[in-house]
């Protein structure tokens, strides 16, 4: 079994990365804790929590659970609803870079093709 494909592998590395992502915004000194918090949570729930093989209720509670912690602590603290919008800036980030490395690629091949089918044209 490739283990790329193991969902509890890439699950245990995405949760990883929040924890991680966490930890170094703390030890910094850093306030922006809750974007990398909820920043990385969200790309979990979107992209790994619907691969385990978890129950409905279970992936509806976790997700539940994610919208009332982003309430919770944008409304009850100092950051303020206003600022919720900060939970955004990791997904937009990591899924418009996906998209522009996948534009380039796009354009390399397009490139290739283009260079390929001139050198196959004889006078």
């Given at each position: ?12 590395l ?5 924890l ?6 703390l030890?910094?000194g ?8 909820f920043?990385?949570?969200g ?31 944008y ?13 955004t ?9 996906v ?5 380039i ?12 089918e ?6």
């Amino acid at each position: 079994m490739d283990i790329s494909l193991a969902r509890w592998w890439t699950f245990s590395l995405e949760i990883t990365v929040v924890l991680h992502s966490v930890v170094v915004s703390l030890m910094l000194g850093q306030s922006k804790w809750p974007t990398f918090l909820f920043g990385f949570l969200g790309i979990l729930v979107l992209t790994q929590l619907h691969g385990l093989p978890v129950g409905i209720s279970t992936k509806r509670t976790i997700y539940g659970a994610f919208l009332v912690s982003v309430l919770a602590v944008y409304g009850l603290t100092e950051r303020g609803l206003g600022r919720i919008y900060e939970v955004t800036y990791i997904p937009l980030i990591e899924f418009g870079l996906v998209g522009a490395i996948y534009l380039i690629f796009l354009l390399i091949l397009w490139t290739i093709s283009l260079v390929s089918e001139t050198s196959q044209i004889k006078p």
